[in-house]
């Protein structure tokens, strides 16, 4: 097929009426036994035909052998063998007491988190229906208006909140329609205002209980916290007339809960217009400045019974969040700045403490879209690994690599965009996996890597041969790995991990100085040790999935129509393809059950305007399980052990603690099946400099571990601080959740006192000095200008030569030039007196030690060299040394 590599030696064999082609390369010794047994071994595949393109999934049931099927035009089809056949069952949801006559049009798919057999269809003419049995049978929801958002309880199964807009709402929306748009103000109608409003069920949809009215979001609250049962909320404050759309931030809505299903409401932030609640920390948008539509991000860490203001290392305005990630601890926060001075969408990403409200700069330019979704996602598989996009803007070739990241002047982005959109949905790290679709653009943007929780970041390191096996040219300065990601999904697929595939990472993207779009400079590339090091999987953008556990991996082409599919069951060592049919089709996604441990995938597309959908059976190729999972590394087992590295240290510790994974050998014939349980193993390193992030005031370049001091601005400064002076503070601060012990401890940094500071001592006692000086200088001055004085001055000292005799000038001229020199006048100075002129010679100046002789000329040589070098910063005491300096020449730094 075309974009294949060609391999030195290559295998056909028959699979379903397609080909499957064996690539061996440098790995074909290892292989060959798969070759006696190919004609045996063959993948099933069966398609299905929809009526139009799959809009979405869901599986049911503990087996998650059920799954649901949503298309574009709104049927439902149904499987209970994991999608080997399908059924539509659109009519069957015609359930009692359904007032729709017609066909039902599909809206939306609900799957309860707490019970695996429940799931809701929303309906796009106010019919909704339910199944608790997997979606056999289905019952009508009674509730006169259409569900806009339905939230299942996270812990009891019959419980949920629905919000619906108001009969109203409806009503003036057809009004306006016939109007062709034109309000004219007039009462209102007598269906009441347009509000959205907030109900509980507490049985499924069989009764429902108002909670309150003008909402604007909602959300359960957090069991960790004992809140399951509390509903939070933003809302307007004012109940009357028509709820205004929250297209901007507002005074008008505040942030509240409610305990017992709406009978009470408690007020927690005035102002608080959107909240996001997760792991233990609940964060609250609070409006600022409404004219300049900034707010301020407050946050809680104790259910809400105090909330503290977020402190950023500067005092920049901050026109919107996105919470990216509060698995590990600690909070990982996106910030739009809404600067016009930087890059457009992008915010800055900053990492907390363990309370979530101080923030030091983690990664600035992260970039964004315009509805908030960040290039930035946990390596699922891992503990404390994050990979991310950010924008840099274009540098010369000595340059590339300087300064990248956690720079001052990087810390604004440019114009406002649009509102988050998220917050009850979860963080940016749970929001991942859509179709794929289409279309091309460029910009400078890199991708790095945090193996420490954001800490430090790095670049990714490139392969050194591409899939064909030849090297590849890239200058070493500028040669890196870089990814796309999820703000350009409709492109290319972005950089992807599941939480059973340890250490599997795939994307999409292209090696050199910067990410590329065109599809010709766009390859796959696949990881298996967590980032560290990379291979080019396929030439060309390719959609993938992961199965197995991570021992089976399954792609596609993203951007052409293909019939092929191509997969490796030995993590990316070899590939295999094969055709799925005569027709081609453009693939949108490749899918498994969602703990990836199946061996079956479920392929969708569109082939014209029809829906097609393949189901892929890899359990089919007869490879026996896996065994010695308890005896890995022995020449008998199947198994490896693994320890996740970050590359900087022969001892392999990440987070302050050494991991060990139990996983299956590249070149074992064998698959894990689902039921494999991974054997896991941890142990506690000694501290290093990498164990620590950057405290507030501190900053770090990609790829260095030293904390510099960023004048931001944030650090108090000590009230004795004088400007000639130093302080010393802490510039680190351990990684949350990280556990090492003992080892590199971090030591206080010397900060230079700010200009502002008062004076020193020494300061004040030169500057008094020259002042005096001055003084005198100026009284002479004025006293010698004075007739009164002006005898005294222009004659004193005269008296004293009273006895000399004076000649006339001219009266005797010399005859020779030596006579008016008088004889060898030089040699008494070449012989005798050199050493009196001694002092007009270059000398080098001590700091310590020497005489005074002519310290008024060395003082302006050293005031001359401090004036001359204002404009270059000085360089600091290095961090718990003493001063060479003694305590007089203290006055010499101010000057």
């Known amino acids: 097929p075309s974009g294949w590599w060609t391999a030195p030696h290559a295998v056909t064999v028959a699979l379903d009426g397609g080909i499957m082609q064996l690539h061996i390369g440098i790995f074909s010794a290892a292989l060959l036994s798969l070759l006696a047994c190919a004609d045996a071994k063959k993948v099933s595949v069966k398609e299905v ?18 799954v649901l099927v949503q298309t574009s035009k709104g049927r439902l089809y149904r499987s209970t063998n994991g999608g080997d056949t399908w059924t539509d069952i659109s009519d069957q949801l015609k359930g009692e007491g359904s007032e729709n006559k017609g066909l039902i049009v599909v809206d939306q798919l609900v799957k309860n988190p707490t019970d695996v057999n429940t799931v809701l269809v929303a309906g796009t003419q106010r019919n909704h229906y339910l199944s608790t049995n997997g979606g056999s049978t289905w019952r009508n929801v009674r509730h006169k208006a259409t569900i806009h958002t339905w939230l299942f309880h996270k812990t009891r199964p019959k419980w949920a909140l629905v919000s619906t ?17 034109d309000d004219d103000d007039e009462d209102e109608d007598d269906n009441g205002p347009c509000t959205h409003m907030l109900y509980i069920t507490k049985d499924l949809g069989k009764t429902f209980t108002l909670v309150t009215t003008y909402v604007v979001q909602f959300s359960w609250g957090d069991p960790s916290k004992n809140q399951q049962d ?19 931030w507002s005074q008008h809505v ?4 409610s305990d017992n299903s709406g009978r009470s409401i408690t007020k927690l932030v005035g102002h608080g217009n959107k909240f996001l609640i997760s792991h233990g920390f609940i964060f609250v948008a609070k409006l600022k400045d409404a004219t300049a539509q900034t707010v301020n991000l407050v946050c809680s860490n104790d259910g809400g019974n105090n909330f503290r203001q977020v402190q950023l290392p500067q005092e920049i305005d901050e026109k919107s969040y996105t919470v990216l990630d509060t698995s590990e601890g600690a909070v990982m926060i996106h910030v739009h700045h809404g600067s016009k001075e930087a890059p457009a969408n992008v915010g800055n990403v900053y990492i907390s403490d363990e309370q979530g409200v101080k923030y030091t700069l983690s990664l600035p330019n992260n970039v964004r879209s315009s509805s908030g979704e960040c290039e930035f996602d946990k390596v699922l598989s891992l503990e404390g690994v994050y990979m991310a996009n950010f924008k840099d803007s274009p540098r010369s070739d000595g340059d590339s690599k300087k300064d990248v990241v956690n720079s001052k002047t990087a810390e ?13 949905s979860g963080t940016e790290v749970d929001k991942r996996r859509s179709p794929k679709a289409k279309a091309k653009d460029e910009s400078v943007i890199r991708t790095v890597i945090s193996f420490d929780k954001g800490g430090v970041w790095s670049y990714l390191k490139p392969p050194r041969v591409d899939s064909l096996g030849k090297q590849i040219e890239c200058p070493p300065d500028r040669c890196w790995l870089h990814l796309h990601g999820i703000t350009n999904f409709h492109n290319y697929a972005p950089f992807y991990s599941t939480e ?17 779009f065109e599809p010709d400079q766009t390859n796959t590339y696949l990881s298996r040790d967590g980032g560290l090091t990379w ?3 396929h030439k060309g953008a390719f959609i993938y999935e992961f199965g197995d556990h991570g021992g089976l991996l399954v792609m596609a082409d993203d951007i052409r129509k293909t019939k092929q599919v191509v997969f490796s069951w030995n993590e990316g060592q070899s590939w295999y393809d094969f055709e799925l049919s005569d027709f081609p089709l453009e693939v949108d996604n490749i899918v498994t059950e969602p703990n990836a441990t199946s061996t079956k995938f479920l392929l969708y597309g569109t082939r014209g305007d029809t829906g097609v959908m393949y189901h892929l059976d890899f359990e089919a190729l007869g490879q026996p399980l896996c065994k010695g999972v308890w005896a890995a590394d022995s020449v008998s087992s199947d198994y490896e052990t693994w320890m996740p590295s970050d590359g900087k240290g022969a001892d392999k510790c990440m987070l302050g603690r050494q991991v060990t994974y139990t996983r299956r050998k590249q070149t074992s014939e064998c698959f894990n099946g689902e039921k494999f349980e991974r054997p896991t193993t941890r142990k506690n390193c000694a501290c290093t400099e990498e164990n620590f992030e950057c405290e507030m005031g501190f900053t770090r370049k990609v790829g260095s571990t030293e904390c510099k001091f960023a004048d931001d601005g944030t650090i108090p400064v000590p009230p004795t601080c004088t400007s000639s002076d130093y302080y010393h503070v802490v510039g680190h601060r351990k990684v949350i959740g990280d556990s090492c012990e003992g080892g590199w401890q971090p030591s206080k940094i010397a900060v230079p006192c700010p ?18 000086v001055a003084t005198i200088m100026g009284g002479v001055t004025v006293l010698s200008r004075s007739e009164k004085f002006k005898g005294i001055f222009a004659n004193y000292g005269f008296d004293s030569f009273g006895g000399v005799q004076y000649s006339t000038i001219g009266g005797k001229m010399p005859e020779t030039g030596l006579e008016s020199c008088g004889t060898r006048l030089d040699a008494e100075f070449i012989d005798g007196d050199q050493d009196d002129f001694d002092d007009d010679a270059p000398q080098l100046i001590g700091y310590t030690g020497g005489g005074d002789r002519d310290r008024d000329r060395d003082r302006e040589r050293v005031r001359g060299v401090d004036t001359a070098a204002a404009s270059v910063p000085k360089l600091q005491k290095p961090p718990g040394s003493a001063s060479l300096a003694s305590a007089d020449d203290d006055g010499l730094d101010l000057l």
Request: with cysteine.
């Open 49 to 66: 035909v929809f009526d139009s393109a799959v809009a979405d999934i869901q599986w049911l049931s503990a087996d998650q052998k059920t």
């Open 165 to 181: 807009w108001s009969e109203a709402c409806e009503a003036k929306k057809t009004k306006s329609k016939k109007s062709g748009g």
């Open 230 to 248: 509390r509903i939070y909320f933003t809302h307007f404050r004012s109940k009357k007339g028509d709820q205004p759309k929250l297209y901007m």
């Open 254 to 257: 505040d942030f509240a809960y």
């Open 412 to 424: 604004t982005n440019k114009e406002a965009d649009k509102l988050e959109q998220a917050a009850s």
């Open 500 to 516: 059973n595939a340890i250490g599997i990472i795939m994307g999409t993207g292209n090696v050199g100085p910067y990410l590329r």
């Open 535 to 537: 291979v080019e999987a």
């Open 755 to 772: 200009a502002s500071s008062k004076l020193s001592r020494g300061a004040m006692s030169v500057l008094g000095t020259i002042f005096m």
